[in-house]
């Protein structure tokens, strides 16, 4: 079901937008090939991540996992694995992203975060955290996970999509003995707007703070 639309105040820190969409389809087929989460891992791998608690598959991502392209560039494509994802994701993305009125579609990323795992503190800085507003949709939780973002803290229940305020600091906590599995995806649309992008590839960003840390190349 997609929740009756509502404009975004300055201080939401989170906002459900669906709940009950159907996600045994695509839970079906992570299941089936388990060696998709090691393809890459330069995400929880990388310098001063905050994600090291993750595994990561990439649906969409960045032309190359360098600093530049990670933090600056806004292109999303489509990676190898689309092709075996896209029979379920489609029809499961498609009415959220008709509701949202989406004009540009940015990175899909599906995350793993393992049992007793965290993310640490952080806010997500560069051009392309700048231009697209982010949603989760949540494939597989427990009761003992939950996010915070500013100063709210929020559990997401399996089969919702929510947007939150990625330009805040926000954490993840999965306190259960089950696996937290989220579609993250990216959008630019005007029921969420975002702020002015800087264009330039030398902004001031400490990726310690930021909790990216791709390498430099």
Not at 3 to 9: G, V
Not at 60 to 75: A, E, I, T, W
Not at 115 to 132: I, L
Not at 188 to 195: A, R, S, Y
Request: proline share 5%; charged share 25%.
């Amino acid at each position: 079901m997609i929740h009756t639309r509502r404009s975004k105040q300055p201080d939401d820190n989170f906002i459900r937008i669906a709940e009950g969409l159907d996600v045994g389809p695509i839970n079906k087929l992570l299941a089936a090939k388990p060696e998709l989460w090691d393809e890459i891992t330069a995400r929880q791998k990388s310098t001063n991540s905050a994600h090291k608690d993750t595994e990561c598959i990439f649906v969409r991502g960045p032309l190359k996992m360098s600093h530049y392209y990670v933090m600056f560039d806004l292109g999303a494509y489509d990676y190898p694995v689309m092709d075996y994802l896209e029979s379920a994701l489609v029809p499961l993305l498609k009415p959220v992203l008709d509701w949202l009125e989406v004009t540009e579609m940015g990175r899909v990323l599906i995350v793993k975060l393992k049992p007793g795992g965290h993310v640490n503190a952080h806010d997500d800085q560069g051009s392309y955290a700048d231009h697209y507003a982010r949603f989760h949709l949540v494939l597989q939780s427990n009761n003992d996970s939950s996010q915070t973002c500013g100063d709210q803290n929020q559990v997401f229940n399996v089969g919702d999509v929510w947007w939150f305020d990625h330009k805040k600091v926000h954490t993840a906590d999965n306190a259960g003995d089950t696996d937290r599995v989220h579609i993250i995806f990216d959008a630019v649309t005007n029921l969420f707007p975002m702020g002015g992008v800087p264009v330039t590839d030398d902004d001031d960003v400490n990726l310690e703070e930021c909790g990216v840390g791709y390498d430099r190349h």
